[in-house]
Each structure stands twice: as structure tokens, then as C-alpha cells.
């Protein structure tokens, strides 16, 4: 595998329903990003990791629950969603966060997610 | 607080026409820009990047954007669109202050391309 790799690339849950989200990467980069892309909205950034540390937190509701247990892998646990929740969730990764440059970011094909 | 802005919700062009998107960006430094592509059912893809240097530059798939510090813009530019070229594309700013890195991105605009 190369790049960024989400699974699954399709999710259909119920409002009770616990799932995950998955991302690796495979660039040995150290940021990690979460995305959320709903028609007809700009792109929506919801977490975003940096050498595994929390770094942004954009007032994303607590039944998304992000993990992070390294710098490949990248999680998004879903609790009682609701049907706006419904999107393409994007996850992306870049170099790092720290030091003078910004790094472009690398996306993975999302999960296409339908909350029923 | 930095904004992006690509006034063109949905733009149209003929095959082999040439193709001018635009973003306007708000901010009191010179950013850092990008341009992304993002075909259907599918992730975004880096077309090109500004820094610094020279404010041509050159991206892949035979596109271009200009740097245009006097105008705040960063226009994405192809001389012969393909039909391939349909898709839709996200302009991008990101500033770095203090080692504090925030990257916005812009509403998009869909490009179709038609015969």
C-alpha cells in the first residue's frame, strides 16, 4: 500500500451503532488530520494529531472520538450519530506540524459515511 | 484570521479551451498557497504549492498558478483543458506563526468539461 489508505471506503450505521474509522499512512509523515466534507459545505477540519499529541480540536461534538495510537495510524470511534452527521469523512497527512515550513497535505479517498 | 475565498461555485469550458480559476485570499503575511484536486469519490490531490521565489508555478497535469501579492490572489491556470480535467478543485492558505501551523481551505469549484 502506498500513500494514504482509509477502510472502510463505505459505512451505513444506525443512530445507536458504534463504528471506526480507519487511516493509515504509509509516508512516515508525523501529522495526522481528520476532514469532514458535506455537499455544498466548505471543508470542514475536525482533528488534527501531531507526533501522536492532540493538537486542534475544532469543537467537533463528543460522539466523534479520535485515536491516535502512532504516527501511521489514525482512528475516528463513532458513537450515536445523527443523520447531519452524514459526509465524507477525509483523513490526510502531512511531514510534521513544527518548525518554519508548512507542509502540503496527502489525503486518503474517505469514508463515505450514511447515518440512518 | 487568514481567509480564502474561490468566487466560482461551478465553472464550464469547452475541451481544449483554456481555464482560469480564481482564489483571493485574506491575510497580513505572504502565505503559503496550494491548489487541490478532487475527483469524484475520491480524496484531494496536491496540484501545486507557493512559498517564496519565483510566483509562476508549475504543477502537475500540465497546470500553473500565479502569485499575485498586489491582488491577493493565487489563480490555478491550464492552457488546453481535457476532459479528464473535470473534477473539483480547492484552493488552500496556511500561515505558520510561531510554530503554530492553520491551513484554510477554500469552498471549491466544480469544472466541468464538455466535447
Known amino acids: 500500500e502506498t500513500g494514504v489508505t482509509q477502510t472502510p471506503r463505505h459505512l451505513v450505521m444506525g443512530m445507536t451503532n458504534k463504528k471506526s474509522l480507519k487511516c493509515e499512512q504509509h509516508?512516515?509523515?508525523?501529522?495526522m488530520y481528520w476532514y469532514k466534507q458535506s455537499a455544498k459545505k466548505p471543508l470542514e477540519l475536525m482533528f488534527v494529531?501531531?507526533?501522536?499529541?492532540?493538537?486542534e480540536n475544532n469543537s467537533v461534538p463528543s460522539r466523534f472520538s479520535p485515536e491516535c495510537p502512532n504516527s501511521s495510524h489514525l482512528f475516528l470511534h463513532l458513537h450515536t450519530l445523527q443523520p447531519e452527521d452524514s459526509a465524507l469523512y477525509l483523513c490526510?497527512?502531512?511531514?510534521?506540524?513544527?518548525?518554519?515550513?508548512?507542509?502540503?497535505?496527502?489525503f486518503g479517498p474517505g469514508t463515505r459515511l450514511t447515518v440512518t | 484570521a487568514q481567509s480564502v475565498t474561490q468566487p466560482d461555485i461551478h465553472i464550464t469550458v469547452s475541451e481544449g479551451a483554456s481555464l482560469e480559476l480564481r482564489c483571493n485570499y485574506s491575510?497580513?503575511?505572504?502565505?503559503?498557497l496550494f491548489w487541490y484536486v478532487q475527483s469524484p469519490g475520491q480524496g484531494l490531490q496536491l496540484l501545486l504549492k507557493?512559498?517564496?521565489?519565483?510566483?509562476l508555478v508549475q504543477g502537475i497535469k500540465g497546470f500553473e498558478a500565479e502569485f499575485k501579492r498586489s491582488q491577493s490572489s493565487f489563480n490555478l491556470r491550464k492552457p488546453s483543458v481535457h476532459w479528464s480535467d473535470a473534477a473539483e478543485y480547492f484552493c488552500?492558505?496556511?500561515?505558520?506563526?510561531?510554530?503554530?501551523?492553520?491551513?484554510?481551505f477554500g469552498t471549491g469549484t466544480k469544472l466541468q468539461v464538455i466535447p
Open positions: 509516508l512516515g509523515h508525523n501529522a
Open positions: 491575510y497580513g503575511a505572504t502565505p503559503y
Open positions: 494529531y501531531n507526533f501522536k499529541e492532540q493538537t
Open positions: 488552500a492558505v496556511a500561515l505558520n506563526s510561531g510554530g503554530y501551523q492553520k491551513v484554510t
Open positions: 490526510a497527512s502531512s511531514q510534521n506540524l513544527a518548525g518554519p515550513i508548512v507542509y502540503e497535505q496527502y
Open positions: 507557493y512559498f517564496s521565489g519565483d510566483t
